[in-house]
């Protein structure tokens, strides 16, 4: 019964992807004056990309070809690892937040990869920027989530979250820095503005387009849908961190229905957040992303000297 | 000043050029032999004489080649005959950077060779085009010798770079975005560029050898075509030449009307591309609202003028089209409209931190540049060259009006951008200013077979800039020679400058800010 409901939450992640990028469109379509596309255009995208022929340069090699079912199925299990709407699930003793990053890094690995093996200027491009922000964006974000394994003395998700509720609302200077380290963070790892324009078509600006400019048909439909989850883990992990109220703790349908309902709801709050700061501030040159995450390694950093100084101690 | 820089250059001239001085239908000529072309630019450059244009034109037995240049708002035509036989002459390019193209572009379609050019390389030239044919001499057929495959433009030399960690980027033609077809080589070394090579030409249409032989009404349609953002412009510069070389005074309201119009066209594009310069750094709320309101724009040129972009309503004489007395109070809201709209969005642009750090100092062109490369237009006028043929070499209707021409020294997209927020304010003070000298009047006055051989040279402030069309007339009211050249011609070459230094991604936002015109550069 567990495994299955372990199996649906992650079932559940994959499905709604899709749904929280339309969510997310809609809102910035909005906010823009724009008339946005209806809430299930990246399921109809998808679908149409399916149902085309992928085009594959000649010179490819079996990295290019297989890299999208290895990127969606290490993001899968990514998503597997986080609870969605409920804690205590059997994959929950594999719920480490650092086997998270690793699945992270292993898909970014081959998506750099698959970046360079045709050749061109933009994929190589893609992949070197895509390297030099993730390996400043890592640190950053491990740095946030040890600030809360130091809290609940583990790196285990569901324990931390289960953590989190039993001690109630309590202010803690050290969350709110690992929060907001944590959201500078997602912002660059899901290639948000102001770090990349998900929506760009300026070939030489492009980070995460960039590498994949090559791709069509089914292998572009996985990449856009891996990413898309990407975007869905991190919400949901700042989501079920910091603010975990209304997680199912059992497994009644009741607390499951609620729980389901309670994470969808903080994550459209979430959607409508980014999509304001993406309208508000425009992409920034290259070369400050450094400084940007550097301030969210100084975020992570004082949110465990807070820890320290302010927690450990009583 | 004024008229006396040529008197003053001329005895500074007289000792080692002889000048045969001729006017012609308000066009100064200054005929030399070839020899002395190149020499005559050094005591140019000396004297702070801007160059302006270069073409050829094929005559019988010889080419006449020319060159146009500029300073205090005089301009002249320098020219010199060379014979079919020895075709050459030395080159301007050692002197003035900014002839560099034109001239390849000449050898190119003319087969004339510049003694001691800088670059060897062909500019126009076309892969479809035999080796030792020409396209602009008389033997050429018009219609072009087609074959069934053009073979692929493979061996272009670029010029390379060596050296660890150097590596080239070439972008386009096609590129992703909806824009004109060109070619950029980068060599950079991570994300610092260190050189941009611009490769141009996708969009040779063959204008100036389909323009021979056409009535003026044809012509002025097809110079509404050299730059379909430029339509007015265009057409305005090349009705300009040709009423000048047949002797025509356009009727005063014809004069207004087509200042509206240049000025309309000119505020629709740089509402558009300040909208644009946003959306190359991801501020999309800007650019929809600045769509939105070019948009607003344009459906007012379609109910005022019967078209969005304003095509085809400049004709030889005069204008197409008249505005009724409604419609000009209509337009007088829409400003007041337009005003209050832009005094809400631009403001909020202004505050934006982030867009300012896009903005301020990148893509930066020093005034020493722009003024080397002779740039035009508020790509000029962003870095301190303080030029505007409306303003300098006055034109009607532009000689009723006070035109103000905003200004700036810093030279980075933020001055561009802010020099065409200005402009855009101006050219609605000057649409207003025209509204109310209209008088009632004729829009056309009537066309005059011109001389056969009559020429003349059109001058006109486009959007982007100073626009030049050299005009002749051949018998029977046809075209001879149509040279038009556009701002972009001169603008084109400063952004593979301004580009150093910037990092790769930068690039776009940087060529934006230019937005040189592929198809008037290739023609």
Redesign the interface.
């Known amino acids: 019964m567990n495994g299955l409901i372990a199996a649906i939450q992650t079932l559940l992640f994959v499905a709604l992807a899709p749904l929280l990028a339309g969510w997310l469109k809609v809102c ?1 379509c909005r ?4 008339k946005a596309p209806p809430l299930l255009q990246p399921y109809r995208d998808l679908i149409k990309l399916t149902h085309k022929q992928p085009v594959v340069a000649g010179q490819a090699s079996w990295i290019f070809t297989k890299a999208p079912y290895i990127i969606f199925s290490a993001t899968m299990l990514a998503a597997s690892v986080v609870p969605l709407f409920a804690v205590d699930l059997p994959t929950s003793a594999s719920a480490d937040v650092i086997v998270m990053v690793g699945f992270f890094a292993f898909a970014r690995f081959f998506l750099a990869l698959a970046g360079l093996d045709i050749g061109t ?2 994929g ?2 893609g992949s ?2 895509e390297m030099t922000i993730s390996s400043l964006a890592e640190p950053a974000m491990l740095m946030a989530v040890f600030t809360l394994a130091m809290t609940a003395s583990t790196t285990n998700l569901s324990i931390a979250i289960t953590h989190v509720l039993n001690e109630g609302l309590v202010l803690r200077p050290s969350f709110l820095f690992a929060l907001f380290a944590l959201i500078l963070v997602a912002v660059a790892e899901t290639g948000r ?2 770090i990349d ?1 998900p ?7 492009m980070i995460h387009e960039a590498m994949i400019l090559e791709y069509s048909g089914r292998h572009l439909a996985l990449i856009e849908w891996a990413s898309q989850l990407k975007l869905m883990i991190y919400g949901v992990l700042i989501a079920n961190i910091f603010l975990p109220w209304g997680i199912a703790e059992n497994f009644s349908v009741e607390a499951l229905g609620y729980g389901l309902l309670a994470i969808l709801a903080k994550l459209a709050v979430l959607a409508v957040l980014l999509a304001l700061s993406e ?10 992303v450094q400084e940007y995450l550097s301030f969210a390694y100084l975020l992570g950093l004082l949110g465990m000297l807070s820890h320290i100084i302010l927690e450990a101690s009583r | 000043m004024n008229a006396c820089w040529t008197i003053e250059f001329l005895n500074r001239l007289s000792t080692d050029i002889t000048v045969a001085q001729s006017e012609a239908a308000s066009t100064t000529i200054w005929q030399i032999e070839s020899r002395h072309w190149q020499r005559f630019a050094e005591l140019a450059s000396q004297c702070q004489v801007r160059w302006v244009a270069g073409w050829a034109e094929h005559l019988d037995a010889r080419f006449l080649v020319n060159a146009c240049f500029e300073n205090a708002g005089v301009y002249i035509v320098l020219r010199t005959a060379i014979s079919c036989a020895t075709p050459e002459l030395p080159s301007q390019a050692t002197v003035y950077p900014a002839a560099n193209r034109s001239e390849r572009h000449t050898q190119d379609m003319f087969g004339i060779h510049f003694i001691g050019h800088p670059d060897k390389r062909r500019w126009t030239r076309h892969q479809a085009w035999d080796k030792h044919s020409y396209p602009l001499r008389k033997d050429f057929p018009v219609h072009g010798k087609p074959q069934d495959i053009t073979p692929p433009d493979m061996d272009y030399p670029f010029i390379k770079s060596h050296g660890a960690g150097v ?5 386009g033609p096609v ?3 909806i824009i004109e077809p060109g070619h950029f080589r980068f060599q950079a070394v ?2 610092l560029i260190l050189n941009l090579e611009e490769r141009l030409g996708y969009v040779h249409k063959g204008i100036e050898k389909i323009a021979e032989g056409r009535a003026p009404e044809a012509l002025a349609r097809l110079a509404g075509r050299v730059s379909g953002d430029t339509t007015v412009g265009h057409c305005w510069a090349a009705c300009r030449a040709m009423e000048q070389a047949a002797g025509i005074e356009i009727p005063v309201r014809a004069s207004l009307l087509r200042g509206i119009l240049a000025e309309r066209e000119r505020i629709a594009n740089h509402l558009g591309d300040i909208g644009a310069l ?1 959306n ?6 800007a650019q ?2 600045f769509t ?1 309101l070019r948009e607003g724009w344009l459906r007012g040129n379609a109910s005022y003028f019967g078209h969005r972009l304003l095509m085809d309503r400049i004709i030889p004489g005069g204008v197409a089209c008249d505005v009724s007395d409604s419609a000009c109070s209509l337009i007088k809201q829409e400003i007041v409209q337009l005003r209050a709209e832009l005094s809400e969005l631009v403001p909020a642009l202004d505050l ?1 931190s ?2 300012e ?2 903005f301020y100092t ?1 893509g930066l062109l020093s005034t020493e540049i722009a003024a080397a490369f002779g740039t035009l237009g508020y790509v000029g006028r962003a870095s301190g060259q303080n030029f505007d043929v409306r303003r300098d070499a006055a034109y009607p209707p532009y000689t009723q009006v006070r035109v103000r021409v905003p200004v700036e020294a810093q030279g980075d997209i933020a001055s561009r951008f802010w020099v065409r927020y200005k402009e855009i304010n101006a050219s609605l003070h000057l649409i207003e200013d025209f509204i109310d000298l209209l008088a009632a009047g004729d829009i056309r006055a009537e066309w005059q077979t011109p001389q056969a051989d009559s020429e003349s040279l059109g001058i006109v402030e486009g959007w982007r800039g100073e626009i030049t069309a050299y005009i002749r007339f051949g018998s029977d009211n046809k075209i001879a020679r149509y040279y038009p050249r556009d701002p972009s011609i001169l603008n084109w070459p400063a952004l593979e400058k301004l580009v150093l230094n910037n ?6 936002v940087c060529n934006k800010s230019l937005n040189g015109s592929y198809s008037g550069n290739d023609l």
């Open positions: 910035k906010l823009q004056n724009r200027a933009f190589g491009m070197s920027r503005i102001p324009n929506a760009t078509h300026l070939e030489l600006t309208t508000l501030v425009a992409k920034m040159r290259l070369f400050r | 590596y080239e980027i070439p972008v590129h992703a975005g991570g994300e946003c190359d750094v991801a501020f999309v709320f929809m609202q939105r934006n982030s867009l750090d896009r990148a990092i790769v991604p930068d690039f776009p």
